[in-house]
């Protein structure tokens, strides 16, 4: 089967910096596309950005201009690279990959914090 493990969240004050970075394992012959999502408390899923195997991206508004998704199709790893960071940032993140053989997958989540 196929894993995905997230890393990279933590604290952060407002204005600061994060790259997240997530993984993908097992028996992986294909990745489609591969994204991010947050939840916050109370707040349901919502897609941040993801990028296609080809490497055509989409943003969610509120993070365009300050969030870059990006991708190694070598290591299987998905990056977000988030700047500018404010405290409306403040969830848990997802990662998601759609296997070509196993079908569309989450990470555990990554808590990211941001403090005003």
């Known amino acids: 089967h196929v894993q995905l493990v997230e890393s990279g969240g933590g604290l952060v004050q407002a204005g600061g910096s994060l790259r997240l970075s997530c993984a993908a394992s097992g028996s992986i012959f294909s990745i489609n596309a591969m994204g991010w999502y947050r939840q916050a408390p109370g707040k349901q899923r919502e897609l941040v950005a993801f990028?296609?195997?080809?490497?055509?991206?989409n943003y969610a508004d509120s993070v365009k201009g300050r969030f870059t998704i990006s991708r190694d199709n070598v290591k299987n790893t998905v990056y977000l690279q988030m700047n500018s960071l404010k405290p409306e940032d403040t969830a848990v993140y997802y990662c998601n990959a759609d296997f070509l053989t196993w079908g569309p997958h989450w990470g555990q989540g990554t808590q990211v914090t941001v403090s005003s």
């Open positions: 990028i296609t195997s080809g490497g055509s991206t």
